[in-house]
């Protein structure tokens, strides 16, 4: 008795005593466990799915629209303010500079935030088509405001740069409206795409892409050979497409040839409008900073975080650039609906 009764105590007190009934299901066990290489692979997907419970929307995809009620973030997997982030002086988060998008994609139609970068979207916006009365009539005013910036900046042809601090914030739609709207005053216009990562203008005109600006600055094309006249809301203007995908757009913009090209241009026309890349992303557009007459910034109301605004227009002071000033693009109207505004001469101060 005392035997069995201190076998039994043993099968009680020791942990491995239990593990009989599980041992003869170890069999099963194997059927469904995997493999060493799987295994790790689940280790691994488990641990980063722990991770993300901490904070479950501070690593969002870059492109990824944040939530509604996150307003303000820019649409580059930054944190939204008051977002579980560590955050750097300046009210930028620690890491936003590894968290952008590269940015590159040659006229894609991928989507970023549930807008199209090229195609579609751009061309239902462009002068012509089916933009309201309202939104004309504010780029007849942003056209004003403009002339009389670019007067400063001396005669003959003005050059103008459009950008923006971030994609997907209306530059080339707003720069291929400035085109139209200063042809309906029987000016001779030029409309270049000089983003050369990510076309846009080809797609939103219904042009042909090749050859355009890499190709001529490259000199495989001369100026003369490779426009295209497009007739757009009444007003007729040339238009140089953005070209081949170069593998080295900010050296094509910024070598002297570029500089050459541009004034061989300027004595045909009146006025030269370039879409340019982003500036807090790439330095293409500060490339042609002593090229151009000055540039105008674009950007999104509720997107554009102010510090990518201050920080691109820094960028392109520090490169000698003239900055005209801003467009508010996307502001509300008292209907609800959204337009284009022009805040001039703000040039990144405390009203961003």
């Known amino acids: 008795m005392s035997g069995a009764a201190e076998t039994a105590k043993t099968a009680k007190g020791k942990p491995g005593g239990k593990k009989g009934a599980p041992r003869a299901k170890a ?24 991770g993300k419970k901490s904070a479950p929307r501070t690593e969002e995809t870059p492109g990824q629209a944040a939530p509604a009620a996150q307003a303000g ?141 890499s190709n001529m600055l490259a000199g495989a094309s001369a100026p003369g050979d490779i426009l295209q006249r497009v007739e757009r809301g009444g007003a007729g203007f040339d238009v140089i497409v953005s070209g081949d995908i170069p593998p080295n757009p900010s050296e094509l913009l910024g070598s002297a040839r570029a500089g050459d090209v541009f004034g061989e241009l300027a004595r045909g026309y009146d006025y030269i409008f370039a879409d340019l890349p982003p500036t807090a992303l790439v330095s293409d557009a500060a490339a042609l900073s002593k090229t151009l007459s000055g540039f105008v910034m674009v950007v999104r109301a509720g997107q554009t975080r102010r510090d990518d605004v201050r920080r691109s227009a820094e960028l392109l002071k520090l490169a000698g650039a003239n900055i005209f000033g801003f467009v508010l693009n996307g502001a509300p109207r008292a209907d609800g609906k959204r337009y284009y505004a022009y805040g001039y001469g703000r040039r990144g101060g405390e009203d961003g």
């Open 27 to 50: 069999p099963e066990k194997k059927e469904t466990e995997p493999k060493t290489g799987e295994r790790q692979t689940k280790g691994a997907a488990s641990g980063a799915r722990g």
């Open 73 to 213: 973030a820019v649409e580059t997997g930054q944190a939204a303010p008051g977002a579980a982030s560590p955050e750097a002086p300046g009210g930028q988060t620690a890491a936003s500079a590894p968290e952008r998008p590269a940015y590159k994609g040659g006229g894609q139609t991928k989507k970023a935030g549930g807008r199209h970068l090229a195609g579609a979207s751009e061309s239902r916006n462009i002068l012509g088509g089916k933009l309201p009365s309202a939104a004309a009539e504010e780029y007849k005013m942003l056209r004003t405001a403009v002339s009389f910036a670019a007067a400063v900046s001396g005669g003959g042809c003005k050059a103008i740069g459009v950008t923006s601090p971030l994609p997907s914030e209306g530059k080339s739609v707003t720069c291929v409206n400035l085109a139209i709207t200063f042809a309906l005053m029987d000016l001779r216009v030029l409309l270049l795409d000089c983003d050369m990562r990510r076309p846009v203008i080809a797609r939103a005109l219904n042009l042909q892409a090749s050859p355009g600006v």
